[in-house]
């Protein structure tokens, strides 16, 4: 028998979930609207809270976002997820330096994530820091943690110069 899916309306995870769903589908006015509700049951929710900031950035609301990374990392200081998109808010208002400690505190917590690398080459070539930049494309390269991520790894390798 088929029954219709529901969302428990009292349950902080339930509404993370849906939150989630509708940041996978670019709807973010509505992915604010669920963790809100999400905030609402559970105003410690770190993940809720870094997800928050993660739709306003991608409202274009870069310094509300801030706000809710910090608020997540006084909550969890090694969450890398946090400190990433704290580096990408950073980034959207031009504060490069910044966002290069936000994404450095970040690959001290996950060394092996390639695209904060990646992230993190690029703003040290907006920098102007190219044998920085360098290494860390060369990291991206070398890296075995998502094998199949060929993406980042052509990327990287444009980046370097060479023709993929």
Known sequence: ????????????????????????????????????????????????????????????????ALEYFDHALKLEPEFAKAWFAKGEALKALGKLEEAVEC?????????????????????????????ESLKCYRKVLNLRYCPGNTSLKREALRRLGFDV
């Open 103 to 131: 994404y450095t505190r970040a690959l001290r917590i996950t060394p092996n994530d390639d695209l904060i690398w990646l992230f993190k080459a690029e703003a040290l070539r907006k920098l102007g820091r190219k044998k």
């Open 1 to 64: 028998m088929f029954r219709p899916l529901t969302l428990d309306l009292e349950n902080e995870e339930a509404w993370y979930g849906a939150g989630l769903a509708m940041i996978h589908l670019m709807e973010y006015e509505y992915a604010l609207m669920c963790f809100d509700r999400a905030l609402d049951h559970a105003p410690q929710f770190a993940k809720a809270l870094k997800e928050k900031g993660g739709s306003l950035l991608g409202l274009g609301r870069a310094e509300e």
